[in-house]
Structures are given as C-alpha cells and as structure tokens.
C-alpha cells in the first residue's frame, strides 16, 4: 500500500513537473529544447502520411459501400468479431426486381422477355461488383488499416514517450540553470537561506553553509541532466528508425495500388462484356 502511495506521489509529481515545463514554454517563460531540422522532417512527413491514408482509406470505403447505415453494421460486427451476413448489391437487387417484373408480365411477351435479359445482366453485373468489393477490401484496404491501426499506434505512442522525456529533459535543465545561479548569488552575498521549492523539494538539515548546500544541489541536478539526456538520446533513436520506417511503408502501397487498377480493369471488363442485344 505504501508503494502505492509513493508510486502514485511520484507520477503526480512528474506529471506537474512536465506541466510547469509545457506551460511556460507555451508563454516563452522556459526555454524549449529543439529537434534537428531532418527529425522535423521525419515527423511532418510521416503526419501527412497518417492524414492522406485516413482520407484515401475512408473514401474507398465510401465507394465500396455508399450506404452509411451498412459501413456502421459492417464495422461493428467486424468490432465485435462477428460474420457480416450476405448482402446483395444494387444490381444484384435491380436484377431480381426485373426478373420478378418479367414473370408477372409474362417471360414469353417482348417486354417480359427483355426485363429477364436485362434481369440476368445486372445480376451479372452485380455479381462482379461483389467480387471486386471483397478482393479490394483485402487487398487494398487492408493495407491502409494494417498502418492506422498498427504502424502508426506503434509510432504515435513512441512520439507521445519522446515529447514527455523532452519535457524532462528541459525541466532538469531549468532545474540546473536555477541552481548555478543560486549557487553563484549565494557565493556572492554569504549564508543565504536555499529556496529549494525553485529546484527540487528536498529536506535539508540546514547547517552548512547555503552555498554549500546550493553546491550539492547543482552536483544532483547535473546527475539528474544526464540521466535525462540519456534517456531522451535513446527514445529519440527508437523514435526516428520509426519515422524513417515511412519510406517503407509508401514502397509496400504501390502493390495495392496496382491491384486496385487491374481490379477495377476486371470490373470494367465484366461491364462491357453483359451487353443483353450484343
């Protein structure tokens, strides 16, 4: 329980730590340590990345199914792990509405025997827009969402861990330069009493002198410099092989790209090839 307690104490610290920091930078009271020029890049091209792959996977899914109501049914039996059942597409139900039509004016008159041809083409047709929609969900759109929901969580999250540690880093930073000036004030002016709320709560039995005192402040606010650099060095190389893994990610879309095509292609196809008169 204990643990707990101080486990909770300290993440509330840190997170007060990290809020001071992001505040102050955001009213130009605290310096803001900056990422070099290409890690700029890296992260702007990978949010363009991100922000095209929603809007392409999202319009696809627009095209492939216009009705709204039927991507939201769709989406939760797929949430909840569940077979979606049969649907018929458009063509497929115009086709059986003009078969229907055609037996009750009878198969055998021009204009029955017409609707029953026509009836058969868009069942066709509607057949070969149903095997396009399936081939380009897997093929095309699963892709897109294997890299929302996997690649760029994985991504997002790093970035979150990085930007926090930066935060850190640049309060340990605030936390030194505090330090060195108190240290150097009260080298100047004799026994001042430490503020040590400007720097890091501590308890001190204060009986040395303030500017010994101030000097062991500054000796653990370097050691807690360092241990910052180094953990924000390390999340930041972690970090950067992920944005760099964009360049990656944009060469394995050009197959789907090229299968959309050549599906599209087979769709035109079957169209052109249901001609009832030809």
């Not at 949430?79 to 055609?102: C, H």
Request: aromatic residues 8%.
């Amino acid at each position: 329980m204990d643990f707990n307690v101080k486990k909770l104490a300290t993440g509330a610290g840190l997170f007060f730590t990290r809020a001071v920091q992001y505040t102050g930078e955001k009213l130009g009271q605290a310096e803001k340590t900056e990422l070099d020029a290409h890690f700029e890049n890296l992260m702007s091209r990978a949010d363009c990345t991100k922000n095209w792959t929603e809007k392409i996977y999202r319009q696809t899914e627009v095209l492939l199914q216009p009705n709204p109501s039927a991507r939201i049914e769709e989406f939760l039996y797929e949430k909840f792990d569940m077979k979606a059942p049969s649907r018929d597409t458009n063509s497929e139900l115009l086709g059986l509405y003009m078969e229907g039509a055609a037996q009750e004016f009878g198969p055998g008159t021009p204009y029955g025997s017409t609707l029953m041809m026509v009836g058969d083409c868009e069942k066709r047709l509607g057949a070969a827009e149903r095997e396009f929609i399936h081939t380009s969900a897997i093929s095309f759109l699963t892709p897109l969402r294997n890299f929302l929901d996997g690649d760029w969580r994985t991504i997002s999250k790093e970035r979150r861990l990085l930007e926090n540690l930066r935060l850190d880093l640049d309060a340990c930073k605030a936390r030194l330069k505090k330090a060195k000036m108190a240290e150097a004030k009260a080298a100047c002016e004799g026994e001042v009493a430490p503020d040590f709320n400007e720097t890091r709560p501590r308890n001190y039995v204060l009986s040395a002198s303030a500017s010994a005192l101030w000097t062991e402040e500054v000796e653990k606010a370097e050691q807690d410099l360092r241990l910052a650099q180094t953990e924000f060095d390390r999340q930041a190389e972690v970090t950067r092989l992920l944005l760099e893994g964009i360049s990656s990610t944009h060469w394995h879309y050009k197959t789907p790209q090229h299968c959309w095509i050549e599906q599209k292609g087979h769709l035109a196809h079957s169209m052109s090839s249901l001609h009832p008169f030809s």
